[in-house]
């Protein structure tokens, strides 16, 4: 044991701390790779990204143990988090922009066999890989997690003791997961970050654990997103057997060259389709698209803080990354098969939870359906070849829905749990919340797309592509385009709904049945079943919370940063920032060569090897001539005008129909419009049942045969055993009455003529 | 070491004695003594283990022999490779654990049983991983029963008569039957075998030499027999589906150590056995009937698990997921290449220590409330904090999260399911990649995928109820009666934390800690079974490694090459 | 007494083959008694002790009776061994002697206990196994 333990200790250390070379550990994937990796130095500080709030998770632990009673574990918290930040940034800086790095902190799962060769050893280290795509990604995810941790800081405050280390010490965790998740080096790396963050994600959402609606979401989540993870790992183990390999960067190696690791024709395989389905699977799942998105609006039951980060700005973009990451296995494809259903399934989604947010009354849960549609544009975007599009929109969605969830949690904060927008009203007139509705204005013009806005811009570079690329490369992208653009319109008007209904307007409001926002509070139990007789009672001693310090400044940082993320826009070599960092990562591919399979390889070959290929670009409008149009007109040009007079006309219905001319807090002119639209309102209303019907065609289902399972155990199987007990026992007992008599020497006479009898039979067989 | 081997089998059996002769209230003490200096001899021997071996794990260590009837063929010997070595450490550090767990849960006056028998149990569990001699390795492996018998017949709840019997007969009937097919197995190398040291009796039951010889000299028709009979005992001890309906009945009625043992280290022994005899003795039929005993544990994973569901006895729940967890293991088992029975091997040991993990929580639960009924109890997370921690963090090393143990064990024998065979990547020029040889294939990897999320289905909704929700008791309870701590005192929590701490040691370092120790052995049993099936002759009588490709050879180094092409002639293709 | 039984067994036809080899190698002492006359002591021993058992009801009794069977079958063996020249019915003898000791010791003790319980020695007494 000594041994072992000696081992990983001087792993752990030499990696860690002393940091193996980076070339040494890019010549020993070379040969998967042709050299060529910039020896950055930064890999020490690359590894302390995930190790600094993995050890705050440990801290808050500690503190849970001493049953800290203070804000010591959010502050904790934070700070870390914002060194891992800082870390994240100093990365960043000191990259040279092209070449990945990689840090192999330890052997993880490893294993040999056979001569050896390709495709006979497994390899996934715990280890890390940083391009162009890990780096976009946790430059967000540290940066948002230490604004929210912030946040959560004073909204969790109620809680502070176990509560409060609980939820910060899942909240450390899952800042490492999705580090993990981000940043690994392989499939399984990849992996351990995505049960990671879903973990900490049901943990989270049954934060409120005595609301049984809370423990049954988080379940709800973590099912749903296994049905996912399956295709995920199926999807892993499909690769290892086609490519031999599990790591980033052998993969793409092999890939590129066009042929599976034992030399056949990639395009002759039925896994270049098959592998980027499953891995799909896996994305929708997490992402909540298609068939998978019930459980984002249940995961509303979650803490705000919670939503606002993992369930809008950095989990649910996890399928996002992952369709990114592994783009070149999608292009690899020259029929694009995986690609046009990550396009349709996107749109459909985008399309499908819109109309649901727009009937809905619960501003939290508006907003969780709106980050599904939201997710269905970033999908769309990667279906249609916008990569740079998809992952811009990532990278903008992420603060300004953040700004909106976490505006909405000062409400909630603010109004005891309230969340009806039938009753709140005119924010913008109570003392205390003109921070919050300046932020949540911002917020709703990004989402809306309002002209020069960061969500304006990167929704466009993704709508503008559904032209460019043709419907014959993607099957009908054009028409889910037309699906998206309607969407937008969609977005606008229920985005605006909850802000003309909630923040302006007459001054109304009534509280929520939720006074204290704990979980571990004794009272608890009360509050859920008197809640009806609540309301109007609370309402005449009621006096709004209006946040304070920590809330506010949270509110304006990230405010600021949606309004800046546009300025991302205009900055950089290939169409925004996000662009270059696209560019220089494994999503990066020459679309002048979609279709055309051994060139298409080839350019993606070259972005890995960090080439200086610049013969196209996802966004390249103005490089070739040849592309799609709408009505006529080149999407790279009028997309700007087109989107922009969408987004006004969704405002301005919302206005018409819910400011204009509104007196009270509970109805608008909508509702006679929603009267007329029976039933599809009360459908949307009730999520076109689709809840219901999952249970009625699967749990239900599922629990009948596990029933039958059960008895068919009881009953058939182990009474086959028990018959094998059962019938001597009830033989014998049909007798004993007559031979049992349990005098002794009964026994000894039967026995001394039953040896009687096999005598004669004896004699008589041998005379 | 090989001295420490035989104390730690001595050891226990001493200390039962003391037990037995000093006054009861002593009798835990005594316990904890001896399970305690058994414990730290098996840290030595690990230590000492694999600083020894260096880089050669596979060989046997510690090998020591004592002749007992030399005419009979007859020898006592033992030796542990690295497998059986990291078995005994799992079995003896669940010895304290086991003894820490029954601390206020017996009664003094019968104390002295308990832990007497407790002591017993323990030392027939070290004696079968150590044995080397068939006859040791049996007489072990029933002797088991007994101790187990006492504890579940006299320290279980309502229904432990019945249920102590069933365990007792079910699972001895089982094992005779596969006596019977070990001692036809010795029989056949006894007069077959040319060239087998048979010793001066001309009968030998030597491990070693049986699984060296019995594999070339039974016909594969014998194979199939002797195989069947095998299977009789140890798919019974595993429990594989269908013979797993005395598990539940016995672990709900064995008291907490006896159901942690029980699931700890008793089912490994049947899927031990299969590692150490079914496999070297049979390997043709292993081969030929692999994706049958796939499907039967596939089935068992997603019919057990299924079961799982709608169980609301905590207990029963924990137990048949169990037999869904193992059935994983089986079919890593026989997917007969490296990343199955790697994961097999770990999935014995991770089982062991996150399912006995389980049992010790329940137990705890239940030394306070006295049901195990779900209805019945619930949201315990307000009240028992730590106990609420230790139960997610057991639960999710259950069901699989990456980053705990349960999750390297588990992709492994998915993995080894799904790349056993590959036939895309297959490519006769090219040979093969990324996939193995072996006689299962993708599907029986996509299908024990799907007890991935059954797993998450059935213990998140025990978890749900049990941990999270507004707290409900039993009627009646009352917590200033109890001499208990509300929440986990420092001797439960001492008890769990050597389990948490391994669960998360095998979880990030898995390559380090366990494949590394075990791939050497393993590498080398499957090069003879893949040896042993493509010498094999094929029902029609020709070789199979003709039959697959002319030109190779049969010999190990070349096996990769030419034994795939062969295994599809001699196997049952999925 | 003895001298006579053995003359009189050895008259009886249908009991006189005896292989001259085996014959040959008893010693003189034991030339008149062939095995046959062990062999009939040993069957009238085991009928005698059978017959006790099956007709007593006195536990000591029938106790006596099964050592007497016992006795019965351990001369039948030694008998056949001295008859092949080979010794392992007498090894087994012994074993069964010393296994015979520890048993009457244990049946002994077992039956003082049983005569406490019911003051009697009556084998009737004890019907426990009914059913």
């Not at chain 1, 399956?230 to 052998?250: A, K």
């Not at chain 2, 070693?208 to 005992?233: D, I, R, W």
């Not at chain 2, 297959?426 to 799907?450: I, S």
């Not at chain 2, 991935?452 to 025990?462: E, F, N």
Request: with cysteine; glycine share 10%; charged share 10%.
């Amino acid at each position: 044991m000594t041994g072992i333990t000696g081992t990983i200790l001087e792993t752990v250390l030499t990696t860690a701390f002393a940091v193996a070379d980076p070339a040494a550990e890019a010549a020993g994937h070379a040969g998967a790779h042709g050299g060529g990796h910039g020896a950055t130095s930064g890999g020490a500080l690359m590894a302390l990204i995930p190790l600094l709030p993995l050890f705050g998770a440990v801290l808050v632990g500690v503190f849970a143990c001493f049953n800290e009673k203070s804000k010591l574990p959010a502050y904790a918290t934070v700070g870390l988090l914002a060194v891992a930040f800082v870390l994240t940034l100093i990365t960043y800086l000191g990259w040279n922009g092209h070449d990945p790095i990689q840090v192999r902190l330890w052997d993880w799962i490893g294993l040999e066999w056979g001569s050896g060769g390709v495709g006979q050893t497994l390899d996934a280290g715990f280890a890390f890989y940083f391009d162009g795509l890990s780096l976009l990604w946790m430059l967000f995810v540290t940066g948002l997690a230490t604004l929210i941790g912030l946040y959560a800081s004073e909204y969790m405050e109620h809680d502070a003791g176990l509560g409060y280390c609980r939820f910060f010490g899942a909240f450390n965790l899952f800042v490492f997961s999705m580090s993990c998740l981000v940043m690994g080096d392989n499939l399984l790396m990849l992996f351990l970050g995505w049960e990671g963050v879903g973990l900490c994600s049901y943990l989270l959402i049954g934060y409120y654990y005595k609301k049984k609606a809370a423990v049954d979401a988080g379940m709800k989540a973590f099912v749903v997103n296994r049905i996912g993870d399956l295709g995920l790992l199926i999807g892993t183990l499909l690769t290892f057997t086609t490519f031999g390999s599990l790591e980033f960067t052998e993969l793409f190696a092999t890939i590129g060259h066009g042929s599976t690791a034992s030399g056949a024709p990639l395009d002759a395989t039925w896994q270049v389709w098959a592998i980027p389905l499953l891995l799909m699977m896996g994305a929708f799942g997490k992402s909540a698209q298609l068939f998978f998105y019930v459980w984002l609006p249940d995961a509303m039951e979650g803490p705000t803080p919670v939503s606002a980060l993992i369930h809008a700005a950095t989990m649910v973009t996890a399928g996002v990354y992952l369709v990114a990451r592994m783009m070149p296995l999608f292009v690899a494809d020259t029929q694009l098969i995986a690609l046009s259903v990550v396009t349709w399934g996107g749109a459909i989604t985008a399309f499908w939870a819109a109309t649901i947010a727009m009937a809905q009354y619960d501003i939290k849960r508006i907003m969780g359906y709106s980050t599904i549609s939201q997710l269905g544009y970033m999908f769309f975007g990667l279906g249609v070849l916008a990569t740079t599009g998809g992952v811009f929109h990532v990278f903008t969605h992420a603060f300004f829905k953040a700004t909106l969830f976490l505006s909405c949690g000062a409400v909630m904060h603010g109004f005891a749990g309230q969340l009806d927008l039938r009753k709140l009203s005119g924010l913008w007139k109570v003392p205390g919340f003109k921070i919050v509705v300046i932020a949540m204005l911002i917020g709703c013009l990004n989402l809306a797309g309002f002209p020069f806005t960061a969500g304006y811009f990167s929704k466009d570079m993704i709508l503008a592509e559904a032209w460019v690329t043709s419907d014959s490369t993607i099957w009908g992208s054009s028409w889910a385009g037309w699906l998206m653009l309607l969407t937008a319109g969609l977005t606008a008007y229920y985005t605006f709904r909850v802000f003309f209904r909630v923040f302006v307007g007459p001054v109304e409001y009534h509280p929520g049945d939720d006074l204290h926002d704990h979980a571990d509070d004794a009272h608890g139990e009360d509050h859920a079943h008197d809640a009806g007789q609540h309301g109007d009672h609370h309402a005449d001693h009621f006096h709004p919370h209006a946040p304070k310090w920590a809330i506010n400044l949270v509110l304006v940082a990230l405010a600021g940063g949606s309004v800046l993320a546009a300025g991302l826009y205009f900055v950089g070599d290939h169409h925004g920032w996000a662009g270059d960092m696209v560019h220089a990562s494994s999503a990066h591919f020459d679309p002048a060569h979609i279709g055309d399979h051994s060139a298409a390889v080839a350019g993606v070959g070259d972005a890995v090897a960090g080439g200086e290929s610049h013969a196209g670009d996802a966004h390249a409008g103005d490089t070739h001539a040849a592309h799609g149009t709408i009505l006529g007109l080149d999407p790279h040009k009028y997309m700007y005008y087109i989107s922009a007079i969408v987004g006004f006309v969704g405002i301005g219905v919302a206005f018409v129909l819910h400011f204009a001319g509104r007196t009270e807090a509970a109805t608008s002119r909508a509702d006679s419009l929603a009267r007329a639209m029976e039933p599809v309102h009360t459908w949307a209303e009730r999520k076109w049942y689709v809840d219901e019907f999952y249970h009625f065609i699967i749990v239900t289902p599922l629990k009948v045969i596990s029933h039958l399972f059960h008895w068919f155990d009881k009953l058939v199987i182990d009474g086959i055993v028990e018959l094998f007990g059962g019938v001597p026992k009830a033989s014998s007992e049909s007798l004993s009455p007559a031979t049992q008599t349990g005098v002794l020497h009964d026994y000894a006479l039967r026995m001394v003529a039953g040896v009687a009898v096999v005598l004669v039979v004896v004699a008589i067989v041998l005379y | 070491m090989t001295t420490m081997l035989v104390l730690t089998i001595l050891i226990p059996l001493l200390f039962a004695v003391i037990v037995l002769v000093r006054p009861p209230e002593a009798a835990k003490f005594w316990a904890l003594g001896g399970t305690s200096v058994c414990f730290l001899l098996g840290a030595m021997i690990v230590g000492r283990f694999f600083s020894a071996a260096g880089s050669s794990t596979e060989t046997m260590q510690a090998v020591a022999s004592l002749e007992w009837l030399p005419a009979l063929g007859l020898n006592l010997s033992i030796g542990v490779d690295a497998i059986a070595v990291l078995l005994i450490a799992l079995a003896l550090l669940l010895g304290p654990i086991c003894v820490l767990a029954s601390w206020t849960a017996i009664p003094t006056d019968r104390a002295r049983l308990f832990f007497g028998w407790l002591l017993v149990l323990q030392a027939a569990m070290v004696g079968v991983f150590a044995a080397r001699d068939l006859l040791l390795f049996y007489t072990c492996f029933e002797f088991t029963l007994l101790p187990m018998f006492v504890l579940i017949n006299e320290f279980g709840s309502t229904n432990r008569k019945r249920a102590a019997t069933k365990f007792f007969l079910y699972t001895f009937t089982g094992s005779l039957i596969a006596l019977a097919g070990l001692v036809y197995a010795a029989w056949a190398v006894a007069t077959r075998a040319s060239g087998a040291d048979l010793g001066p009796g001309g009968f030998t039951l030597d491990i070693g030499v049986l699984t060296q010889y019995a594999s070339a000299v039974l016909t594969p028709g014998e194979q199939g027999l002797v195989m069947a009979a095998m299977l009789c005992g140890f798919a019974v001890k595993v429990p594989l589906f269908p013979f797993h309906t005395w598990l539940p009945l016995a672990h709900t009625e064995a008291p907490t150590a006896g159901s942690v043992l029980l699931a700890g280290v008793l089912l490994k022994l049947g899927t031990y056995a299969m590692y150490r005899f079914v496999l070297p003795l049979t390997p043709v039929a292993v081969y030929e009937y692999a994706p049958f005993i796939g499907v039967l544990a596939i089935i068992g994973i997603i019919y057990a698990g299924l079961i799982c569901w709608v169980q609301r006895d905590i207990k029963k729940l924990v137990a048949y997921s169990s037999v869904s967890h193992l059935g994983f293991c089986v079919l890593g088992l026989f997917a007969l290449n490296t990343s199955g029975i790697t994961g097999s091997v770990l999935y014995m040991l991770n089982h062991g220590l996150s399912t006995g993990a389980l049992f010790l929580l329940v137990g705890f639960m239940y030394e306070r409330y006295h049901t195990r009924d779900m209805d019945q109890i619930g949201g315990l997370a307000a009240k028992m904090p730590v106990w609420s921690f230790f139960m997610v963090f057991f639960v999710m090393a259950s069901v699989g999260l990456p980053g705990l143990n349960g999750f390297v064990s588990e992709f492994l024998c998915t993995m080894g399911a799904f790349t056993s065979y590959t036939p895309w990547t297959t490519d006769e020029l090219n040979g093969m990649v990324g996939a193995t040889w072996g006689p299962l294939g993708p599907w029986f990897g996509v299908a024990a995928g799907t007890g991935v999320i059954i797993a998450a289905i059935y213990l998140l909704y025990m978890t749900s109820k049990v941990v999270w929700g507004t707290l409900n008791e039993p009627d009646g309870h009352d917590d200033d009666h109890s001499p208990l701590p509300i929440d986990l005192g420092g001797r439960e929590i001492a008890t769990l934390l050597p389990l948490a701490a391994l669960c998360l040691v095998f979880g990030l370092f898995p390559k380090q800690t366990l494949i590394d120790a075990v791939e050497a052995p393993i590498n080398e049993q499957i090069a003879f079974i893949q040896q042993r099936v493509t010498e094999a002759p094929l029902r029609d009588g020709t070789l199979a490694a003709e039959a697959g490709s002319p030109t190779s050879k049969a010999s190990a180094s070349v096996l990769n090459e030419s034994s795939n092409a062969a295994g599809r002639n001699v196997g049952v293709k999925p | 007494m003895i001298d006579t039984v053995l003359s009189g067994m050895s008259s009886l036809p249908s009991m006189t083959l005896v292989p001259s080899l085996a014959q040959t190698a008893f010693p003189d002492a034991m030339a008149s008694s062939t095995l046959n006359h062990y062999l009939f002591v040993s069957a009238v021993m085991f009928a005698l002790g059978l017959i006790g058992f099956v007709t007593r009801r006195n536990l000591i009794i029938m106790f006596l009776c099964t050592e007497l069977m016992f006795q019965a079958a351990g001369l039948a063996m030694i008998a056949f061994g001295r008859y092949h020249m080979n010794f392992d019915g007498q090894t087994f003898v012994i074993f069964v002697l010393t296994i015979a000791a520890a048993e009457a010791a244990m049946a002994l003790a077992l039956v003082v206990l049983l005569f406490r319980k019911r003051e009697s020695l009556d084998a009737n007494l004890w019907a426990e196994l009914k059913g």
